[in-house]
């Protein structure tokens, strides 16, 4: 069974960094993709940064140039580095993987709050 595990939420003043990490657990040798993904209240929860097997990455427009994605083969995480957060960057964010022949697996998410 995997389960993964969201940490380093919190609130932050606009300008400030936050870094989010995801401890996975479990059998993932068959992942294909794996990241963040955000929800803010009313809307739907959409990918932020993703990392995929292949290699590279993605990231929303909105993030680019302030977020980056790392993740540790060792230690099996994968954190979200959040830099120059804006108060539109205020949302739940959940880690997510993908795992071929699964439907893949959500943590239980992390509230991020962008306020002065």
């Known amino acids: 069974q995997v389960q993964l595990v969201e940490s380093g939420g919190g609130l932050v003043q606009p300008g400030g960094s936050l870094r989010l990490s995801c401890a996975i657990s479990?059998?993932?040798?068959?992942?294909?993709?794996m990241g963040w993904y955000r929800q803010a209240p009313e809307n739907q929860r959409d990918p932020v940064a993703v990392?995929?097997?292949?290699?590279?990455?993605n990231y929303r427009d909105s993030v680019k140039g302030r977020f980056t994605i790392s993740r540790d083969n060792i230690e099996n995480t994968v954190d979200l580095q959040m830099n120059d957060l804006k108060p539109e960057d205020t949302a739940v964010y959940f880690c997510?993987?993908?795992?071929?022949?699964?439907?893949?697996?959500w943590g239980q998410g992390t509230q991020v709050t962008v306020s002065s």
């Open positions: 997510y993987i993908n795992i071929i022949g699964t439907p893949g697996y």
């Open positions: 479990g059998n993932i040798s068959s992942f294909s993709y």
């Open positions: 990392f995929f097997d292949a290699g590279h990455t």
